[in-house]
């Protein structure tokens, strides 16, 4: 006998059920969530609460846009992280304690040291970790090493 062809194929994208299956997604997302929160607005939620956490959000980062300043959650590039965090390494300084320092678990060391790019907050952190305790006396010299960090 001949094997029967499935009478459901998998929806594609642009296929009506494959967009019904994301609102159920989204749907199912937003249950789990407290309302107010950007979180739910981007889960799929577009009650007003929601709507206000989303537009006060957008507002705040607008603003940072219009003063010049970046988001702490933009992705930078990692290699000047990979480097102070090799620079601390050659210090002696324990991964443990490099990561607790800048407020992440230490078993997220190898993790860090491999990703191409980081959030700003990681970078800000480790700068101050590193002009903290491998640059005893910070000049201008040495601080051209951090910049595009900002304090």
């Known amino acids: 006998m001949p ?52 537009a006060q959000y957008l507002a705040h980062w607008r603003r940072l846009r219009v003063e010049g300043r970046a988001p702490l959650g933009r992705l930078v590039p990692a290699t000047r992280v990979h480097t102070w965090m090799k620079v601390l390494r050659l210090e002696h300084f324990r991964r443990a304690d490099v990561m607790r320092a800048i407020g992440h678990h230490p078993a997220n060391y190898a993790h860090l040291r491999q990703r191409a790019y980081v959030t700003l907050r990681t970078a800000v952190r480790l700068a101050r970790v590193y002009r903290t305790r491998v640059l005893e006396n910070p000049d201008e010299a040495v601080l051209g090493v951090c910049e595009g960090i900002p304090e």
């Open 3 to 54: 094997p029967v062809a499935d009478p459901s194929p998998a929806p594609e994208v642009g296929d009506r059920r494959h967009s019904e299956r994301r609102i159920a997604l989204y749907t199912d997302l937003a249950r789990e969530r407290r309302h107010g929160e950007r979180r739910h607005y981007q889960a799929g939620c577009r009650c007003l609460p929601c709507r206000a956490a989303n």
